[in-house]
């Protein structure tokens, strides 16, 4: 290849074409270290010690005999242990004052952090902690999520609460065909296969963690704030992190290991179990979404309203915005959105991957899917027949809306034409035959970042950013675009991630983190190779240019960005024994250019499979009585696992985004979004039953019957 001005040869891209992870061999070999690995001198280790009750006072601690006990060195409560601040604005806005451990003795959940035992060891801090036996007044609880809780209000978090255009009661009436129908999503856990853990220390009056997050840099600015500190007086290093899905940011953990750490003046570890996690590191709230629909014989679209509810704790507000997904899906004369929360004495939720966009996609897509069977149209025609040509609510126009495309290349593949509509029909064996398919959809941004671009004299060059890989293969993505912007091959571009000291980037989240970092490292490679054109010996140092894509992200013209896709789901029923078996998936994506095909394939499919295991098996339950978690732990907790997942194919259509340097739009959460409303119109199509509350579980399958919707 050559250019078409100059003949001087250009290098073919490496963005688009497959690589594997540059750290896979470190990963399977155990060379690549994760935060609890770190080894440290004199490292001490705390345990933390979570409340037994979900709502009251803490009275007494018996903390004596614990610090008799053999290695503990101290025991923080909210006694002793440092105050910090909480009155700030963070990365992500106002903190969560979960995070801010041990300042009262307030609890407001079962599972809120009390105390925290360092010991020498893992075990004796493990064994004290135990042992602390904590005395509390008890109050009445109220963990119950129900539709109608009458203490629900709208809350303007992430996005405004509400939305409204034209008379929604009277363009229902006018017609001729309507859904009104109720959906439900349980309370589901984002437990990653890695555990949250953190190692605080103090180093010539600097503050280091060691930790396993989304984002230094966020992490970095929410513990300076918490702890009054000059920001250039921390870092924080998480170089590897096995699995985040919005999790893995600022915790109870990172806050109470740097306390022990300032106390005790030596390195302390706090890693949290398994069963620990389901209370302290978010999860996503339990929903109730209802969705009226009308339209014209014709489907066209007169009416839509689209309602969620969603819970959150008693001292911080967070809102699983379901109903953002409608703005941006159909457009009709009488549109309307809000989502409200309840205050429950829960766990905060957090940011599970698709916040909004996943419960509000199975509750839309559904919806959407009986509207077209009300009307006797092809579902995927009443959904072409109901694109859009600007935001239904902004007004502003897409900056590329290629969902049509998907769906009918997916149609293709998936033999769509071929489909009898009719319900109910199709047996094979035991098995009642259906497929399915929902639309997908999520915003596409960019977030300021800086990177530098260091060339060396023995021709290799060195990226450095404050990027996460939390598993989705960043990294190796960041290198392609690396190489790309250096015109040299991979191999000669070394890519450092995961250290705050590299300076202020874009967290791994909102599907947002590859496409902000490569603007950056796109940016420092290109003006880096300037540099070196005008032909300047390289000194040992080497040369480094640093980029800063703040004033270019803050130029982005006001638009609709999103990516889109279209999932299909073929299911089998056995209605015997109720169980529902997925055979296969497809996914096809319009979500910008795809940097690295292999892990992105992979990302996608994650996604996906997660849609199966939302349709079918994810469901977490909390005891009325006690105010916790049903079986806290990856037995109860059922996730889909290899026997689960069929043929699954992802696979995407040219979209690159014309405004985005290197045309990405971000594929971190799409992948999930749609899934399971394709998997659960799949059943209606095998069965005849409309299965509105997830997950579609074997006795919810026996106990309905046909025509008629589930329990
Ligand atoms: Mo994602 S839920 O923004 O980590």
Redesign the pocket.
Known sequence: MTTATTGIPVRPASVGTAHTRIEGRDKVTGAAQYAAEVPFTDLAHGWLVLSTIARGRIRALDTDAVLAMPGVLAVLDHRNAPRVETDYVGFLGKPDPTCAVFQHDRVPHLGWPVALVVAETSEQAREAAESLVVHYEQEPHDVEFRGDHPDAYPVDAIMPAVTGKGDLEAALAASAVVVDAEYTTPEEHHNPMEPHAATAHWDGGRLELIDSN?GATWVLGDLAKLFSLDPASVRVRSEHVGG???SKGVRAHQVAAVMAATVLQRPVRVVLTRRQMFSLIGYRSPTTQRVRLGADADGRLRALEHRSLSATSTVHEFVEPSAGVARVMYDAGAHHTANRVVRLDVPTPT?????GEAPGSFALEAAVDELAEKCGIDPIELRLRNEPDKGPVSGLPFSGRNLAACFREGARRFGWADRDPRPAVRRDGRWLLGTGTAAASFPSGAAPSTATATAHPDGTFTVRISAADIGTGARTALTLVAADALQVPPERVHVRIGDSDFGPAML????MGTRSWSWAVQAAGGELLERLALGTDIPPEGITVRSDTAAAVGALTPAERHSFGAQFAEVAVDVTTGEVRVRRMLGIFAAGRIVNPLTARGQFLGGMIWGISMALHEEAVRDRASGGPVGADLAGYHVATHADVPRIEADWIEDTDPDDPVGIKGI??IGIVGAAAAIANAVWHATGVRHRNLPIRPDRVLSARAGAPDA
Do not use: D
Not at 508 to 511: L, N
């Open positions: 989304q985040g899905f919005g940011f599970m991957r698709a916040p791994a989240g909102g599907s971190g959460e």
